[in-house]
């Protein structure tokens, strides 16, 4: 019988996608899109992320349309980058690794200026905290109507996602998201067929698997990342989870990415570390927002210690209620940790900080079972987003800046 350890580094399959282990990079928006065009530093961070031996890296954030975009400053799905997607996309799989990407819609949350009737839509009426400084304090509920042409703007991006060589899709169900704002009792308060039940708030996310599945076809791999919990009260519980899941997976969902929490409402339930709070003061331009945040910060960013592996015990009922493939994520820094979870019957490990203080993670952990990443969860990356040039391990900060590797 093949050994936890090295069960991760074993060739394995997504429907008809072949990757080289499982261990994947998960999303982590970088920050590296200027004006929402992917350009050379997006490309050497995914073919860096490739050379260091994962199977696949996860391109974030690709918004399903532009008034998906939190800001302009993000890549939307569309022909204007077509050319630098394919030219990212090539480079990592000369690396060996595949690419998928991450498909989402901000929803009711965006500071935009460029959004479409200056006023974010969700699935029901909300302050948008995000916006006040940009004079988008409001955010509209969304009619029927608009959520059908919602729901057909992510089929129209995965096509255009499949066209320019992407290999999977992960489909953003999580975080506080567009598709988890409705799946969230706390931020869906509507009275008709997509509000009340939990079926009524999985409509439109099973809507959107549904047309990104006629989209792509059969044999395309698609993957999901939920929030197990969103961390607050009255949100989407860990026992609601498993029936999300079961949900996903009954709609044709292939992999499961079990995550937590959400960015507007308890992001450190995701981010365990040390707090975002003192480097997003540091780099809020906005003097209001900083005034905002100094105030509404300390509730917001609540303490999470780092744990390693701090979602198993929520992850492993989700693997055990369901059949198709489960990806673990949260908190993964040793070899003893990917043996864990591959012990724990995971199908892929995700890692996100781990892999930007060492992209050479895969080669590391396979040569040496007493592996240990040195991220200290400081969370410095995650505060860099919108700094200029994007993110970068404070710890490690030329680890995106080399050459490309010569072929051996
Ligand atoms: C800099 C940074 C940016 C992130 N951006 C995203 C994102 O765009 N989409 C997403 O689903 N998660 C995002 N995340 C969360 C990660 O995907 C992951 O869930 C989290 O970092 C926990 O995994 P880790 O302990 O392996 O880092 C981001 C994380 C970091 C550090």
Do not use: W
């Amino acid at each position: 019988m093949t050994d936890p350890l090295s069960r991760c580094f074993e060739e394995t399959r997504v429907r008809g996608l072949v990757l080289r282990n499982r261990l994947i990079k998960a999303a982590t928006f970088e920050g590296k899109t200027p004006g929402g065009v992917p350009g050379e530093a997006l490309t050497r961070l995914h073919e860096r992320i490739g050379e260091g031996g994962v199977g696949m890296t996860t391109l974030a954030y690709c918004a399903a349309e532009a008034d998906g975009r939190i800001h302009a400053d993000m890549m939307y799905m569309h022909d204007g980058i077509r050319r630098q997607l394919e030219a990212l996309i090539a480079r990592v799989h000369a690396t060996g690794a595949k690419v998928s990407g991450q498909l989402g819609h901000c929803g009711n949350f965006s500071k935009n200026r460029e959004l479409r009737g200056h006023r974010p839509l969700g699935p029901s009426r909300a302050i948008n905290t995000l916006g006040f400084a940009a004079g988008l304090p409001f955010a509209g509920a969304l009619t029927v109507p608009q959520i059908r042409e919602r729901v057909a703007t992510f089929a129209t991006a995965a096509r255009f996602m499949q066209s320019v060589g992407f290999d999977a899709i992960e489909i953003h169900f999580g975080h506080g998201y567009a598709i988890s704002q409705f799946i969230s009792p706390r931020t869906n308060r509507r009275t008709d067929e997509y509000g009340g039940s939990l079926l009524n708030r999985m409509r439109f996310g099973l809507e959107v698997l549904e047309a990104t599945r006629a989209a792509v076809g059969d044999d395309f791999p698609l993957l999901g990342k939920i929030s197990m919990s969103d961390g607050v009260r009255g949100g989407v519980s860990y026992a609601d989870s498993v029936e999300i899941a079961a949900m996903l997976e009954k709609g044709g969902l292939d992999v499961i990415v079990c995550s937590g929490g959400t960015s507007s409402m308890n992001p450190m339930l995701l981010f365990r570390g040390d707090s975002l709070l003192e480097g997003m003061i540091e780099q809020e331009k906005n003097p209001l927002m900083r005034a905002a945040l100094k105030l509404v910060g300390p509730k917001l960013f609540r303490k999470y210690p780092y744990e390693e592996l701090y979602f198993l015990e929520q992850a492993r009922r989700i693997r055990d209620r369901v059949d198709c493939g489960v990806c673990y994520i949260g908190g993964v820094c040793t070899a003893e940790s990917l043996a864990a979870a591959m012990r724990e019957g995971f199908d892929f490990v995700q890692l996100g900080r781990a892999l930007l203080f060492d992209p050479d993670l895969a080669a590391h952990a396979a040569s040496d079972a007493a592996y240990v990443n040195g991220c200290t969860h400081c969370n410095r990356c995650a505060t860099l987003i919108e700094a200029p040039g994007g993110i970068e391990c404070v710890l490690r900060p030329d680890n995106f800046t080399v050459a490309p590797r010569s072929p051996a």
